[in-house]
């Protein structure tokens, strides 16, 4: 009986514990759930959508992965390399731009890199000084270079003009001797100084 009484107790303890295990899990799962959501709506607004068109876009690429015979996990792996991929070429690229712009002004990549570092420190000071953030200070400049990219234009078709010819045949010429000056090793800033030098040494003659 004792035996029996026993048996007893022990299966309730464990049906009892069970069901309290269960009951935990509950608001567990709940709470994760909830997480989930939080985080699904921030990357929404992340990607500046709203959930649903999040949801969409993911179903979509769901799509896109069953139809390449690829499970979701093998999709995203995918995805994620071509990023990579992308993101060594745009690397690349930055640092081809950085050595043609470092090679026009005649100094190092690096003596570059110093320059615009210290000309970032520069902008920002200026933006505190004037009491505006520095997106505010960049939109300003931003605006300053569009100005003069008009005045640019404005004189180059003047000077096209002049030597009688149109902008595209200036153009051309212009980066005509952008060649010879990469073909010479030099930077267009000195290019120019010889050419000038030149010209000096003719009229004198």
Request: hydrophobic share 35%; glycine share 4%.
């Amino acid at each position: 009986m004792k035996k029996m009484v026993s048996s007893i107790l022990l299966c309730a303890m464990l049906v009892l514990g069970t069901g309290s295990a269960f009951a935990g899990s509950i608001p567990e799962k709940a709470a994760q759930q909830a997480e989930a959501a939080v985080k699904f709506e921030q990357r929404a607004q992340e990607k500046g959508i709203t959930v649903d068109e999040l949801k969409a876009k993911i179903e979509a690429e769901k799509q896109k992965a069953e139809d390449m015979g690829l499970s979701w996990k093998e999709y995203k792996a995918k995805l994620k390399a071509e990023r990579g991929d992308k993101k060594e070429d745009k690397k690349a690229e930055r640092q081809a731009k950085l050595e043609e712009i470092a090679k026009e002004k005649g100094i190092t990549v690096d003596e570059l890199r110093a320059e615009r570092k210290a000309k970032r420190a520069e902008r920002r000071q200026k933006a505190e000084e004037m009491g505006i953030t520095l997106e505010a200070y960049r939109d300003q400049l931003k605006a300053e270079r569009a100005d003069k990219k008009e005045e640019r234009a404005v004189k180059l078709e003047e000077r096209a003009q002049e030597k009688g010819i149109t902008v595209e045949e200036l153009k051309a010429k212009i980066e005509d001797r952008k060649q010879k000056a990469e073909d010479m090793g030099i930077s267009m800033k000195e290019y120019k100084t010889q050419l000038k030098a030149e010209k000096a040494s003719k009229k004198q003659a």
